[in-house]
Protein backbone atom coordinates (compact mmCIF):
# COMPACT_ATOMS: atom_id res chain seq x y z
CA UNK A 1 0.00 0.00 0.00
CA UNK A 2 1.13 3.65 -0.59
CA UNK A 3 2.07 5.39 2.52
CA UNK A 4 1.18 9.21 2.77
CA UNK A 5 4.31 11.39 2.12
CA UNK A 6 4.70 13.40 4.93
CA UNK A 7 8.23 14.96 4.92
CA UNK A 8 6.36 18.25 3.70
CA UNK A 9 4.62 18.58 6.64
CA UNK A 10 7.47 17.83 8.64
CA UNK A 11 9.14 20.86 7.02
CA UNK A 12 6.53 22.91 7.72
CA UNK A 13 6.16 22.02 11.52
CA UNK A 14 10.62 22.16 11.64
CA UNK A 15 10.03 25.71 9.95
CA UNK A 16 7.11 27.00 12.12
CA UNK A 17 8.82 25.79 15.52
CA UNK A 18 12.42 27.76 14.17
CA UNK A 19 10.01 31.18 13.67
CA UNK A 20 8.30 30.59 16.82
CA UNK A 21 12.07 30.32 18.46
CA UNK A 22 12.64 33.46 16.81
CA UNK A 23 9.86 35.35 18.07
CA UNK A 24 10.16 34.36 21.25
CA UNK A 25 13.99 35.96 21.40
CA UNK A 26 12.77 38.91 19.85
CA UNK A 27 15.11 42.37 18.37
CA UNK A 28 18.26 40.37 19.72
CA UNK A 29 17.70 37.30 17.72
CA UNK A 30 19.19 34.26 18.05
CA UNK A 31 22.16 32.48 16.56
CA UNK A 32 22.57 29.43 14.82
CA UNK A 33 23.52 26.90 17.18
CA UNK A 34 21.22 28.67 19.71
CA UNK A 35 18.50 27.82 17.10
CA UNK A 36 20.06 24.11 16.95
CA UNK A 37 19.82 23.74 20.71
CA UNK A 38 16.43 25.40 21.52
CA UNK A 39 15.14 23.26 18.55
CA UNK A 40 16.62 19.84 18.78
CA UNK A 41 17.39 19.83 15.18
CA UNK A 42 20.77 18.85 13.51
CA UNK A 43 22.88 21.39 12.17
CA UNK A 44 22.58 21.23 8.81
CA UNK A 45 18.18 21.17 8.95
CA UNK A 46 18.24 24.27 10.86
CA UNK A 47 20.79 25.53 8.06
CA UNK A 48 18.43 24.68 5.01
CA UNK A 49 15.40 26.11 6.94
CA UNK A 50 16.94 29.05 7.90
CA UNK A 51 18.34 29.22 4.01
CA UNK A 52 14.94 29.16 2.90
CA UNK A 53 12.87 31.51 5.63
CA UNK A 54 15.43 33.78 4.17
CA UNK A 55 15.20 33.66 0.99
CA UNK A 56 11.51 34.39 1.40
CA UNK A 57 12.06 37.08 3.61
CA UNK A 58 10.41 35.64 6.74
CA UNK A 59 13.65 35.76 8.45
CA UNK A 60 16.72 38.37 8.36
CA UNK A 61 20.21 37.86 9.48
CA UNK A 62 22.27 40.79 10.99
CA UNK A 63 25.15 41.38 9.05
CA UNK A 64 27.38 42.47 12.31
CA UNK A 65 26.22 39.47 15.12
CA UNK A 66 25.15 37.31 12.57
CA UNK A 67 21.95 36.28 14.64
CA UNK A 68 18.64 35.55 13.03
CA UNK A 69 15.21 37.36 14.07
CA UNK A 70 11.95 37.26 11.85
CA UNK A 71 11.63 39.88 8.76
CA UNK A 72 9.76 42.73 7.53
CA UNK A 73 7.63 39.92 5.59
CA UNK A 74 5.76 38.57 8.55
CA UNK A 75 4.71 41.59 9.24
CA UNK A 76 3.76 42.04 5.81
CA UNK A 77 1.37 38.77 6.28
CA UNK A 78 -0.16 39.68 8.96
CA UNK A 79 -1.10 43.05 7.33
CA UNK A 80 -2.48 40.96 4.53
CA UNK A 81 -4.92 39.39 7.79
CA UNK A 82 -8.69 40.27 5.76
CA UNK A 83 -9.51 44.18 6.79
CA UNK A 84 -13.25 42.61 7.48
CA UNK A 85 -12.43 41.21 10.89
CA UNK A 86 -12.34 42.39 13.57
CA UNK A 87 -8.87 43.12 15.46
CA UNK A 88 -9.20 41.90 18.84
CA UNK A 89 -6.58 44.53 20.22
CA UNK A 90 -8.86 47.25 19.21
CA UNK A 91 -11.97 45.79 20.96
CA UNK A 92 -10.48 44.93 24.03
CA UNK A 93 -8.77 48.06 24.19
CA UNK A 94 -11.34 50.26 25.80
CA UNK A 95 -11.97 48.40 27.86
CA UNK A 96 -8.62 47.62 28.80
CA UNK A 97 -8.03 51.29 29.48
CA UNK A 98 -11.13 51.11 31.72
CA UNK A 99 -9.96 48.40 33.82
CA UNK A 100 -6.33 50.45 34.11
CA UNK A 101 -8.09 53.69 35.52
CA UNK A 102 -10.34 51.82 37.58
CA UNK A 103 -8.17 49.95 39.26
CA UNK A 104 -4.73 52.20 38.71
CA UNK A 105 -2.70 49.12 37.78
CA UNK A 106 -1.56 47.78 34.42
CA UNK A 107 -3.63 45.46 32.46
CA UNK A 108 -2.40 43.28 29.75
CA UNK A 109 -4.06 41.36 26.95
CA UNK A 110 -2.04 37.38 26.07
CA UNK A 111 -3.00 34.99 23.42
CA UNK A 112 -1.94 31.23 23.12
CA UNK A 113 0.65 30.60 20.41
CA UNK A 114 1.55 26.88 20.04
CA UNK A 115 3.00 26.36 23.58
CA UNK A 116 3.46 30.03 24.41
CA UNK A 117 1.44 32.99 25.67
CA UNK A 118 2.12 36.28 23.15
CA UNK A 119 1.05 39.68 25.41
CA UNK A 120 -0.58 41.78 22.43
CA UNK A 121 -1.60 44.89 23.96
CA UNK A 122 -1.01 46.49 27.30
CA UNK A 123 -2.56 49.60 29.28
CA UNK A 124 -1.47 51.84 32.32
CA UNK A 125 -3.18 53.10 35.31
CA UNK A 126 -2.42 56.10 37.06
CA UNK A 127 -0.67 54.22 40.09
CA UNK A 128 2.78 55.96 40.03
CA UNK A 129 4.37 52.28 40.25
CA UNK A 130 4.46 50.55 37.24
CA UNK A 131 5.10 46.41 37.10
CA UNK A 132 5.32 46.08 33.49
CA UNK A 133 6.24 42.38 33.59
CA UNK A 134 6.09 42.03 29.65
CA UNK A 135 5.95 44.40 26.80
CA UNK A 136 3.45 43.66 24.09
CA UNK A 137 4.98 41.37 21.40
CA UNK A 138 6.81 39.09 24.47
CA UNK A 139 6.31 35.44 24.30
CA UNK A 140 6.90 33.22 27.28
CA UNK A 141 5.94 29.89 27.73
CA UNK A 142 2.29 28.54 29.00
CA UNK A 143 2.08 29.16 32.52
CA UNK A 144 4.93 32.38 33.01
CA UNK A 145 2.41 34.75 34.82
CA UNK A 146 -1.11 34.61 35.33
CA UNK A 147 -2.58 35.15 32.02
CA UNK A 148 -0.66 31.59 30.78
CA UNK A 149 -1.80 29.47 34.05
CA UNK A 150 -5.59 30.61 33.40
CA UNK A 151 -5.03 29.28 30.02
CA UNK A 152 -3.55 26.01 31.41
CA UNK A 153 -6.66 26.15 33.51
CA UNK A 154 -8.77 26.19 30.85
CA UNK A 155 -7.67 23.26 29.05
CA UNK A 156 -8.45 19.50 29.78
CA UNK A 157 -6.85 17.51 31.51
CA UNK A 158 -4.75 15.61 28.63
CA UNK A 159 -3.70 18.72 26.93
CA UNK A 160 -2.97 20.24 29.85
CA UNK A 161 -0.58 17.26 30.83
CA UNK A 162 0.99 17.67 27.25
CA UNK A 163 1.39 21.58 28.15
CA UNK A 164 3.75 20.25 31.23
CA UNK A 165 5.26 18.23 29.01
CA UNK A 166 6.35 20.64 26.25
CA UNK A 167 6.87 23.75 28.40
CA UNK A 168 9.38 21.77 30.82
CA UNK A 169 12.53 23.11 29.06
CA UNK A 170 11.80 26.16 28.04
CA UNK A 171 10.75 27.00 32.50
CA UNK A 172 14.53 26.61 33.35
CA UNK A 173 14.99 30.39 32.43
CA UNK A 174 12.03 31.23 34.53
CA UNK A 175 14.35 30.04 38.16
CA UNK A 176 10.48 31.38 39.82
CA UNK A 177 8.41 29.00 38.39
CA UNK A 178 8.61 25.43 38.95
CA UNK A 179 6.43 22.53 37.69
CA UNK A 180 5.40 21.99 41.25
CA UNK A 181 4.46 25.36 41.89
CA UNK A 182 3.01 25.62 38.48
CA UNK A 183 0.34 22.61 38.89
CA UNK A 184 -0.54 24.23 41.87
CA UNK A 185 -1.46 27.56 40.45
CA UNK A 186 -3.22 25.78 37.83
CA UNK A 187 -5.20 23.28 40.10
CA UNK A 188 -5.87 26.86 42.55
CA UNK A 189 -7.09 28.48 38.72
CA UNK A 190 -9.62 25.94 38.07
CA UNK A 191 -11.23 25.85 41.24
CA UNK A 192 -11.65 29.53 41.96
CA UNK A 193 -12.23 30.77 38.48
CA UNK A 194 -9.31 32.67 38.12
CA UNK A 195 -5.70 32.64 38.55
CA UNK A 196 -3.20 34.55 40.69
CA UNK A 197 0.53 34.33 39.99
CA UNK A 198 2.70 35.74 43.13
CA UNK A 199 6.21 36.11 42.30
CA UNK A 200 6.26 33.39 39.60
CA UNK A 201 7.69 36.27 36.99
CA UNK A 202 9.35 38.52 39.16
CA UNK A 203 9.76 38.31 42.81
CA UNK A 204 7.65 41.28 44.20
CA UNK A 205 4.67 41.30 41.48
CA UNK A 206 1.86 39.64 41.98
CA UNK A 207 -1.07 38.91 38.52
CA UNK A 208 -4.35 37.89 38.56
CA UNK A 209 -6.27 36.63 34.86
CA UNK A 210 -9.58 35.62 33.80
CA UNK A 211 -9.98 34.08 30.78
CA UNK A 212 -11.86 35.43 27.92
CA UNK A 213 -14.03 33.15 25.57
CA UNK A 214 -15.59 33.04 22.21
CA UNK A 215 -18.73 33.44 21.00
CA UNK A 216 -18.81 29.25 21.43
CA UNK A 217 -17.33 29.57 25.04
CA UNK A 218 -13.63 28.12 23.76
CA UNK A 219 -11.11 30.52 25.82
CA UNK A 220 -8.91 32.64 23.07
CA UNK A 221 -7.81 35.22 25.41
CA UNK A 222 -6.90 35.76 28.79
CA UNK A 223 -7.60 39.42 30.73
CA UNK A 224 -5.05 39.97 33.63
CA UNK A 225 -3.70 42.66 36.38
CA UNK A 226 -0.36 43.15 36.99
CA UNK A 227 0.98 44.90 40.05
CA UNK A 228 3.60 45.32 42.85
CA UNK A 229 2.98 42.73 45.56
CA UNK A 230 1.37 45.40 48.24
CA UNK A 231 -1.00 46.77 45.17
CA UNK A 232 -2.69 43.07 45.37
CA UNK A 233 -3.19 41.69 49.32
CA UNK A 234 -5.67 38.98 49.87
CA UNK A 235 -7.95 41.96 51.18
CA UNK A 236 -8.06 43.72 47.64
CA UNK A 237 -8.46 40.27 45.34
CA UNK A 238 -12.38 40.18 45.67
CA UNK A 239 -12.70 43.30 44.24
CA UNK A 240 -9.48 42.97 41.58
CA UNK A 241 -10.66 39.67 39.94
CA UNK A 242 -14.43 41.13 40.47
CA UNK A 243 -13.25 44.35 38.17
CA UNK A 244 -11.73 41.70 35.79
CA UNK A 245 -15.29 39.65 35.16
CA UNK A 246 -17.13 42.62 34.21
CA UNK A 247 -14.84 43.57 32.02
CA UNK A 248 -14.23 40.26 30.75
CA UNK A 249 -18.01 39.99 29.93
CA UNK A 250 -18.51 43.39 28.21
CA UNK A 251 -15.40 42.25 25.77
CA UNK A 252 -17.30 38.54 25.63
CA UNK A 253 -20.34 40.56 24.55
CA UNK A 254 -18.51 42.25 22.05
CA UNK A 255 -16.80 39.20 20.64
CA UNK A 256 -20.74 37.87 20.33
CA UNK A 257 -21.44 40.88 18.28
CA UNK A 258 -23.38 39.60 14.76
CA UNK A 259 -21.12 38.78 12.04
CA UNK A 260 -17.94 39.24 14.32
CA UNK A 261 -15.30 37.36 12.82
CA UNK A 262 -11.62 38.23 14.76
CA UNK A 263 -7.99 38.46 13.70
Known sequence: ???PDTSGAQTVDRAVAVLRLLASAGESGLRLIDLQHASGLSKPTVHRLLTSLLQHGLVEQDEDTRRYRLG???????????????????????????LADETGDTAFLAVRSGYDTVCIERKMGPYPIKAFTVDVGTRRPLGVGAGGIIMIAALPEDEAELVFESIREPLRAYPNVSEPSLRAAVARAREDGYALSDGLVMTGVRGLAVRVSDAHGAPMAALSLSAVQDRIRPERVPALVKALEERRKRIERSLAGPGRRLR
Open 1 to 3: MNR
Open 72 to 98: MEMAVLGWSVSSGRADLRQLCGPDMQA
